[in-house]
T-cell receptor
Framework: RKEVEQDPGPFNVPEGATVAFNCTYSNSASQSFFWYRQDCRKEPKLLMSVYSSGNEDGRFTAQLNRASQYISLLIRDSKLSDSATYLCVVNRRGSTLGRLYFGRGTQLTVWP | NAGVTQTPKFRVLKTGQSMTLLCAQDMNHEYMYWYRQDPGMGLRLIHYSVGEGTTAKGEVPDGYNVSRLKKQNFLLGLESAAPSQTSVYFC??????????????????FGPGTRLTVL
């Protein structure tokens, strides 16, 4: 079983829509959680960390459910510039500090 | 600061040829990583380093070697390239030891990638 599983999509939504991505992780020892964003033919960049209590950064909201080993990302009022692939990422407790496990990514296209 | 840089950006090799990919970072990061990214496979860790002079195998190390002679540089070598090594290669680095637990702890900064084709 893969460390991190994501629905690859694609998700195609109109501008202004709300869209949610989900991700599950297999190792209960996972400790830190992140969403990265990757634009086409570019490198991944950190979008936001995911905290146990949930956290928000502008139009983006991340949630963590440790009991279900489930992470989500909600994007409100989608913009054309949100079109990208969103990578779910976890760090396992006890692993080499800094080592991250990446999901395959969920592709989002926002259309006018 | 340039962040993380990679050279070359593109390369085409013939089967059996060798090459070295160079990664450099100017953020004084302790940790550095080499990944490959293939369609439908996501990012897979090849090798990583937790400090100058140390390296370790990741998820898919076969066919690759690495060296970290200087803290700021991490080299990835292909001794005898194979078509299966056609991929996009990303280098990354992360925070100095001791700071990784902060709010953005474990954030990895990526280079722009190297697109390698092996014919």
């Amino acid at each position: 079983r893969k460390e991190v599983e994501q629905d690859p999509g694609p998700f195609n939504v109109p501008e202004g829509a709300t869209v949610a991505f989900n991700c599950t992780y297999s190792n209960s020892a996972s400790q830190s959680f992140f969403w990265y964003r990757q634009d086409c033919r570019k490198e991944p960049k950190l979008l936001m960390s995911v905290y146990s209590s949930g956290n928000e950064d502008g139009r983006f909201t991340a949630q963590l459910n440790r009991a279900s080993q489930y992470i989500s990302l909600l994007i409100r009022d989608s913009k054309l510039s949100d079109s990208a692939t969103y990578l779910c990422v976890v760090n396992r407790r006890g692993s080499t500090l800094g080592r991250l496990y990446f999901g395959r990514g969920t592709q989002l296209t926002v259309w006018p | 600061n340039a962040g993380v840089t990679q050279t070359p950006k593109f390369r085409v090799l013939k089967t059996g040829q060798s090459m070295t990919l160079l990664c450099a970072q100017d953020m004084n990061h302790e940790y550095m990583y080499w990944y490959r990214q293939d369609p439908g496979m996501g990012l897979r860790l090849i090798h990583y380093s937790v400090g100058e002079g140390t390296t370790a195998k990741g998820e898919v190390p076969d066919g690759y070697n690495v060296s970290r002679l200087k803290k700021q540089n991490f080299l990835l070598g292909l001794e005898s390239a194979a078509p299966s090594q056609t991929s996009v290669y990303f280098c990354a680095s992360s925070y100095p030891k001791g700071l990784a637990g902060g709010p953005r702890g474990n954030e990895q900064f990526f280079g722009p990638g190297t697109r390698l084709t092996v014919l």
